[in-house]
């Protein structure tokens, strides 16, 4: 029995360490053919949306390698120091790993899926089984705080049915909004950010004036002209935030074509991901619907899919300067961000659709959306710093928290639930 266990914990082991660029085409493959889509076009098609994923994560990648040393310069010549410093979202992977469960979190991420499906509490098939991991992180966190495996296991289910279900929700907007048929983002960090953006919308439609502007990149195109284009307005963005980074002029011009590249080519890795998923999306929902006529169903895809969304980037990158102005003045803040500034297009994936790529809403939102991550940053900062160092992580000399400004809100949720009767996050 110890030899057939070792192999089962060393095979999913080895299932989720393949990653998301070769795990979303074999699980699409599979799906393809269980949907009787031929086998060669099954496999064409997977393959074109795992370029398209890669090309995504070589972008984001670039995002990092550039607005990240950006972000980082605006932070020193401000001069703003503070308690605890922003580690990254690596530090999610170290907590949520740590844990001997982590080897089985894709087939009870599928499994829980699949229960939810046939019960009719979800209408996603969520292919984006790596992303099963910050259901694992809610695991962490809540059997780090209780020391029962059990209650962490249980969160790990309320993190997937939350998501899934919001997912369900919030689909009609990614559609409608992002031209992507047939797809949702039940991810755990976009999937909270979308519910806190509903009151949102509902106060935005009701302000008189505010209501009927409309501020998403075409509109600015057709009445600025070039100076609307989405790349022109990349260009000066990077360049005058890189001047206030302190950049030379020729490094700032740099810095804003690359911004102005970033809007530009992320959008066209999308266009590659949807050009194979399509096929494979429409087979399986068209046979779904065909069975079950009283149904509908959607893909769930990782919310990196609108982060490439060139407004969702705009509102990424103004984002930057609003949330170091908002972690010198937020009370009771004391979270200094700067590994995790190069993603804030994370925190609109989903609400850019909900607001109709409107930049104005976008900012709006962000900015109370940065607060709020602010704070719980913070006030979690004890427990990742004990589960963080546990799974090897340093603390930097002379700081005694680490935390990161990506903490995943639905772990901070269940983390908080569970802090009530254990005493609160340590520290």
Request: a negative charge; glycine letters at 10%; charged letters at 10%.
């Amino acid at each position: 029995m110890d030899v057939v266990g070792t192999f089962i914990t060393a095979f999913f082991g080895w299932i989720n360490d393949l990653g998301p660029t070769v795990m979303l085409p074999i699980a699409l493959f599979l799906i393809g053919l269980a949907f009787k889509v031929k086998a060669g076009s099954a496999f064409v098609n997977a393959l074109k949306v795992g370029i398209g994923f890669f090309g995504l994560n070589v972008m984001i990648g670039v995002v990092a390698e550039n607005i990240g040393p950006l972000a980082n310069a605006i932070v020193e010549r401000t001069g703003l120091s503070l308690a605890i410093p922003d580690v990254g979202v690596g530090l999610h992977f170290g907590i949520a790993f740590s844990l001997p469960a982590a080897a089985f979190m894709i087939p009870l991420g599928l499994l829980l899926n699949i229960v939810m499906l046939a019960l009719r509490l979800t209408k996603t098939l969520d292919i984006d089984v790596w992303n099963f991991w910050p259901w694992m992180f809610s695991w962490a966190l809540v059997q780090g705080l209780s020391g029962s495996a059990f209650l962490g296991f249980l969160a790990f289910v309320f993190t997937g049915v939350v998501s899934l279900v919001l997912g369900d929700l919030q689909a009609k907007y990614i559609q409608e909004n992002y031209d992507l048929p047939g797809i949702t983002f039940p991810h755990p960090f976009s999937s909270f950010f979308g519910l806190l953006a509903w009151p949102f919308m509902w106060l935005f439609d009701r302000i008189p004036g505010f209501k009927d502007w409309d501020a998403d990149i075409e509109t600015l195109q057709k009445k600025l002209g070039p100076l609307g284009n989405s790349t022109v307005i990349g260009l000066i963005i990077g360049v005058a935030l890189a001047l206030a980074a302190g950049y030379d002029l020729i490094t700032a011009l740099q810095t804003g074509v690359i911004v102005a590249a970033i809007l530009l080519l992320m959008p066209q890795m999308i266009k590659i991901l949807v050009s194979g998923l399509f096929p494979i999306s429409e087979a399986a929902r068209k046979l779904l619907t065909d069975r079950f006529p009283d149904r509908e169903f959607y893909i769930g895809l990782d919310c990196a899919v609108g982060v490439a969304q060139p407004s969702a980037i705009v509102v990424g990158v103004l984002l930057i300067p609003i949330t170091l102005i908002l972690a010198a003045i937020l009370p009771g803040n004391e979270l200094l961000p700067l590994a995790d500034l190069a993603f804030l297009g994370f925190w609109v994936a989903t609400p850019m659709a909900m607001f109709k790529n409107n930049i104005i809403r976008g900012v709006i939102y962000g900015t109370v959306a940065m607060a709020i991550s602010l704070w719980m940053a913070t006030t979690i900062a004890p427990l990742v710093t004990t589960l963080g160092t546990a799974a090897g992580a340093t603390v930097p000399e002379g700081t005694q928290y680490i935390s990161m400004l990506t903490i995943y809100p639905w772990g901070w949720v269940t983390a908080f639930i569970t802090s009530l009767f254990t005493g609160g996050f340590g520290g």
